[in-house]
């Protein structure tokens, strides 16, 4: 069976320092890859998607950026936090086969003060 | 382009009481509506889909309808239960390839024992 695997669970970053979030899936192949944000209780902001290595396509201008290295590993990084940046940060994952089941990781907490 | 609203924004029931939680979608073209729910600090985990070519769908004690006429769908959840509550998400989507979610901004349920 599938399974994503999303880590840290929680971060506290002071503002300026450097951000690197990973996220890996089993179980598939060629997965279409996501990240998402979600401000304290507000709803899922879709920020980065991804159809196959090296391809990422941006959905809001910010100060963060993604990667896929691998076909089943998704980075979003940034080189110096804001303070907006807190949030709730999720990775998600549907097949590459097309279908529409779209499965989030456990998310990362990240407090930047 | 695509635009989901979701009501209410919270609902409280007494436990063994059913619970409605409504969603509307602009664009005639989606095809596929998933529901999920968020725990506390926890990801989003679906819960039910249904797709356009089908007007209901039931597993145990949720259901989800859907009326394309008029543009909405609901989730139902009988005979609630403590464990029911929870950040309730609906979403929409037009066609395999499409890789936006446009998501609802979610209904907090609180089953009181």
Redesign the interface.
């Known amino acids: 069976s599938q399974t994503i695997h ?1 880590w840290p669970a929680t971060l506290v970053q002071p503002v300026g320092s450097p951000l690197s979030l990973e996220c890996t899936v089993e179980g598939t192949s060629n997965p ?1 890859l ?1 990240w998402y944000r979600q401000a304290a209780g ?3 902001q ?1 920020l980065f ?1 991804s ?1 196959g290595i090296g391809q990422i ?1 941006s ?1 809001v201008p910010q100060n963060l950026s993604a990667s896929r290295p691998q076909d089943r590993q998704f980075i979003l990084s940034s080189k110096k936090l804001l303070l907006s940046d807190s949030g709730f940060y ?1 990775c ?1 994952w ?1 097949a590459g086969t ?10 990362t ?1 990240l407090s930047v003060l | 382009g695509e635009n989901v609203e979701q009501h209410p924004s919270t609902l409280s029931v007494q436990e063994g009481d059913s619970a409605v939680i409504k969603c509307t979608y602009s664009d005639s073209a989606s095809n ?1 509506f ?1 529901w ?1 729910k968020q725990e506390l ?6 819960i039910i ?1 249904i797709r356009s070519n089908v007007g209901e769908k039931k597993d145990q004690r949720i259901a989800v309808t859907l009326n394309k006429t008029a543009k909405h769908f609901s989730l139902h959840i009988t005979e609630t239960q403590p464990e029911d509550s929870a950040v309730y ?1 609906c ?1 929409a ?1 037009k066609g ?2 499409t ?3 446009i ?4 209904t907090r349920l609180k089953v009181l024992a």
């Open positions: 999303q279409n996501y507000r709803g899922l879709l998607y159809v396509s959905e999720l998600a549907t097309g279908d529409e089941k779209l499965f989030f990781g456990s998310g907490q | 596929y998933p999920y600090g926890k990801g989003p985990q679906l889909d998400f979403a989507i395999r390839g890789y936006k979610y998501f609802g901004t979610g």
